[in-house]
């Protein structure tokens, strides 16, 4: 973790006074996720509590500030986050808190912080963060663009009226009301593209300059136009045009881009936008291993977790429990060879039932189809 944060600024080893000591921005972010609690509450919390201000290394210094806390954190490495995780399984089976003899996995929807994405709402968001952009930049280009007043105009308040009227139209019963509707979301494009294009002009003149301002506005535009046109083009084709677009193309989030449109069959929402993470369990509540999958389903989990837990426990669970979707992997590779020398009971829930079966039968492929064999009651 030392080394992730070093790495925030270029002199930040070796020079400025000193900053948090990385033992207290730890426990505090560890603090910040055990309750689920923002920034801001964390602050109170440890500010408050003299328990936490033991637990975090506080004591009677003055707790750090929650953009502290936040921008310290955007540094680390998912790599150093599953490291710092193995330690703490390691350290829990050296304290006997548990011995890795049963398993258990599933998958969940874990929802990013996002609002519910819209057509209308992904344009006016694409209006707003260039608007912003360009009348950051004024000030850089004014002497290298003519007209920087026209450039640099934000155009935010016409695409929230217009987005407003789109609205009230909603709500309406009208046997026009579609292609009223049509009428907006055209103006609410049309709106969106002279937004690209003057935000195309400022970018090229910010090109020509070596300031650091200058280039952190460029890196920044670079990164959000392409999303920008991506949701100008799905909203022609959706609603202008009337055609279906895959889930995995659509882009639900300008400041979230990795969101997915996660399917749920059960009751509640039938749509969560998210993405969906597999999380291991051992004995004793001690989460082994947690993984953002880019495939809609946790087929073929169940090996990737198993060689997971040999080389954390260095010996293979007695007992795997898990939902019938992380049971199938039509093909072992040369690392889970090995563990077809120990068989494992495995439980799989089907339909509300249980069956047992051994888990070298889930890897191997059946001659009778994808099912499982070796069935026991």
Known sequence: MRADFGKRYRFTLVHGRHSTPVEVLLRMLICKHLYQWSYQETVKQVYDNLLLRWFCRVYWAAVPDASTLFRWEQTLRPETLHALNDRVVQLAAQAKVTKGRKLRLDATCVQTNIHHPTDSGLLVDSVRVLSRFVQRAKGLVQDQVSDVQQVCRSRLRTARQVAQTLHRQLRRKAEDKEAQQKELYQKLIQTSEQMVRQSQQVMAALGQQTGQQAKRLLRQAQEVLPLVERVIAQTRTRVLEGKKMASGQKVLSLFEPHTRAIPRHKGGALVEFGR????????????????ILEHPTEHGQALEAVVHHRALFEHPPNLVAG??????????????????????????????????????????????????????P
């Open 323 to 376: 939902d019938r979707g992380v049971e199938g992997s039509p093909q072992l590779s040369g690392s889970a060879r090995p563990l077809l020398r120990w068989p494992i009971s495995a439980v799989a829930s089907d339909g509300g039932r249980r069956r047992r079966v051994a888990i070298f039968s889930l890897f191997l492929p059946s001659p009778l189809g994808r099912g499982c064999r070796n069935l026991e």
């Open 276 to 291: 969906h993470v597999v999380l291991d369990e051992v004995d004793g509540g001690i989460v082994t291993r947690y993984q």
